[in-house]
């Protein structure tokens, strides 16, 4: 794959407007056009090498788009040129950036790297999304902007679906487009553990596998077209090699890959393959269903009481921490059905111990210890809104509120970041229209349209100031229990996602639905021009 985005980019012609999504915070249009041609230097130090790549995946795109090998220069020349400027203490943060594009020269001002690929990101979408032939033409203009939030993500369910390599870096190219920059990658779950752990290789062998049958209600959709057959084995996961060449991908985008290893709930799948860890210790298999309603023979969570368990889940972490930069870790706490711990002996052993009243306090306990070994890596903890539950969690844990917006400003006012995600109106898994069959099997706890997604604001207004610089940002999130090919995770997240990016970008006075219309139907156009499918309202 190319530069992000080789494929995402406005179809018109620069004369046709300049229609950006996010858009910026300042834009002035201006007469005229840059023409980049085989004589236009790209100008920028070479002995920066985060600069050095930005510059290697710009050449690559535009070479791709139209044939043209853009000289790299570390000086004048005597054509048009495109210029990157990293001045430190520009005044624009560490992601912002000016564009200054005139007849004979482009300017792209940046403090840091990143604002450099923003600018050029910016720069990208007036070009065509696909190869034309005709000269390209960037539309003169001068641009200043900076995000509204540093956190813009997107969070990516692999474990009830799986999905390859290669559609995740196609994912991230998308994203990087639109100036996202966190994608949330939850890799394990009950019904799938996705990611290589060379100390517990039956994680891979055994619990990323499970067996679909139809009969299997949830998981299994295609119920007709296994009806009286044999069960199949489905699943998949990410070998080491696999998971570091997509952090490099990513970082090269400016995206940050958070994993989320979860625990001490929706743990089934490390349970099949390791049962000691659950409170009885009982074989199961990997389950293929969801796991509501009379389930009491599975058991999806780690016991608290064993000390065996925080070694097994330590050196797990050890590994991950290992393998992934990001700042923070996602240990997931949501969800915890307790009824075993309320009857495990070594559970209620280690309450009486540690004078814990509830099953939750007990939570809070696990939460805390995952937290104190994160912590000692050099990581911060991250969770679903229920590791506050108990009310002792450490003052630098991240909170991602998800049911709601309570338990978020509850964090805030705590002084923990916060991570506004509400599955009302964020869960892109959820139904875009009462009308379409094509997401029959979505949920419909709510209809997320993509005027509500873009209507959210993540900073609730009855947070003061400075409760407010709390929240970090915002993501959408994407559950795949009824999500199993790559179409249908396309179908689901566009448009609603260039909405998301646009408010977690753009400041909220700029922000105006009817316009984001307007600028949205290029990027539908390169969309059907580039095979990547999206729900078109008109259509239904």
Request: with cysteine.
């Amino acid at each position: 794959m190319l530069f992000a985005l080789l494929c995402f980019h406005s179809a018109l012609p620069a004369q046709n407007g300049i229609k950006l999504i996010p858009l910026p915070a300042i834009l002035t249009a201006r007469a005229g056009s840059f023409i980049i041609g085989n004589s236009t230097a790209l100008v920028y130090n070479s002995r920066n090498a985060q600069l050095k790549a930005i510059a290697r995946l710009f050449q690559d795109h535009i070479k791709e788009l139209s044939g043209i090998e853009l000289n790299a220069s570390s000086g004048r020349g005597s054509g048009s040129r495109i210029v990157f400027h990293i001045v430190p203490g520009a005044g624009l943060g560490n992601e912002g950036y000016t564009l200054n594009v005139a007849r004979g020269q482009i300017d792209i001002t940046a403090a840091t790297a990143s604002g450099i690929f923003y600018g050029v990101q910016t720069l990208l979408q007036t070009l065509p999304a696909i190869r034309t032939n005709e000269p390209l033409q960037v539309p003169c203009m001068w641009v200043k902007d900076r995000p509204r939030f540093a956190w813009r993500g997107l969070m990516l369910d692999v474990s009830r679906h799986f999905f390859s390599p290669e559609m995740v870096k196609q994912l991230i190219d998308i994203m990087a487009s639109f100036k996202m920059n966190v994608l949330h990658w939850h890799l394990t779950d009950d019904q799938g553990w996705r990611i290589e752990i060379k100390k517990y290789p039956r994680l891979t062998s055994v619990g990323a596998w499970r067996m679909e049958k139809d009969e299997a209600l949830f998981y299994q959709k295609d119920t007709a077209a296994l009806k009286g057959k044999p069960s199949c084995r489905y699943g998949g996961y990410y070998t080491r090699e696999q998971v570091k060449d997509i952090i490099a991908y990513a970082a090269l985008r400016n995206i940050s890959i958070v994993p989320e290893i979860e625990m001490p709930g929706h743990s089934g799948a490390a349970l099949a393959a390791y049962p000691e860890y659950s409170c009885s210790g009982t074989p199961q298999p990997v389950p293929n269903t969801q796991l509501s309603g009379n389930f009491d023979w599975f058991h999806s969570n780690y016991c608290p009481g064993n000390p065996a368990t925080y070694t097994f889940l330590q050196n797990i972490l050890t590994e991950v921490t290992d393998l992934f930069p990001s700042k923070y870790i996602h240990i997931g706490g949501d969800e915890v059905n307790k009824k075993d711990w309320k009857t495990c002996p070594r559970c209620q052993a280690l309450m009486q111990k540690e004078q814990l009243k509830t099953e939750e306090a007990l939570q809070s306990y696990f939460i805390r210890r995952m937290e104190q070994f994160i912590r000692s890596r050099g990581k911060r903890l991250i969770g679903w809104e229920e590791i506050l539950e108990g009310d002792s969690l450490a003052p630098d844990a991240a909170v991602m509120s998800w049911i709601g917006e309570k338990r978020g400003i509850e964090a805030a006012r705590k002084h923990h970041a916060v991570i506004m995600c509400p599955g009302n109106p964020l869960y892109l898994n959820r139904h875009q229209t009462a009308n379409s069959r094509y997401e029959a099997h979505a949920p419909s706890f709510s209809i997320n349209t993509l005027e509500k997604v873009y209507a959210y604001d993540p900073l609730p207004a009855v947070l003061s100031t400075g409760e407010q610089q709390y929240v970090l940002g915002t993501q959408a999130v994407l559950w795949t229990e009824f999500i199993k090919s790559v179409d249908q995770v396309q179908y689901m997240l566009f448009p609603r996602l260039c909405a998301l990016a646009e408010i977690a970008w753009t400041p909220r006075a700029k922000q105006d639905f009817w316009s984001f219309k307007k600028r949205l139907k290029p990027r539908l156009t390169a969309f059907e021009q580039t095979g990547i499918r999206f729900f078109n309202k008109e259509r239904f």
